[in-house]
């Protein structure tokens, strides 16, 4: 199985939350149909540059992707999929100031806030549609909060 980036990528999972800290919505990118798995929705990411972190890279990604200001989100955790030779990230943040996602590169179709409940309803990246379930979980959990 080939990857994307030699060093391993990253993806930010943005998460807006209620008065209450539930996560109520995540922003996602429908993907271009010329991409890997175009047409489906994931989030806004790629791959790592060498000696980048996995936050630095998904928040540059979706500031390159999403039009995404880092000073716009609080980090809150990751999540990791390792292989023997790679690793994709996903970083979890919240929202702390309004964000509004833009398309800002040939990579996407839209950009929007999703609500949470209706992740799964759409045709989903398979990886990301893989991770989803525990993904949600996080954003759940009040460790995470």
Excluded: C, K, N
């Amino acid at each position: 199985m080939s990857h994307w980036g030699l060093f391993g990528a990253a993806g930010l999972l943005l998460v807006r939350r209620d008065d209450d800290g539930r996560a109520v919505a995540v922003v996602l990118q429908h993907r271009v149909e010329w991409s890997h798995h175009g047409g489906t929705w994931g989030i806004p990411g790629g791959a790592r540059m060498p000696s980048e972190t996995a936050v630095d890279a998904a928040l540059r990604e979706a500031a390159e992707e999403a039009g995404i200001d880092p000073v716009s989100v609080r980090v809150r955790g990751q999540h990791v999929l390792a292989h023997p030779d790679w690793s994709y990230t996903t970083v979890l943040a919240d929202e702390i100031s309004p964000v509004h996602p833009t398309v800002t590169d040939a990579e996407s179709l839209e950009l929007r806030w999703v609500p949470v409940d209706d992740v799964a309803t759409l045709p989903l990246l398979p990886a990301f549609a893989d991770a989803w379930p525990t993904l949600l979980a996080r954003l759940r959990d009040s460790l995470d909060r």
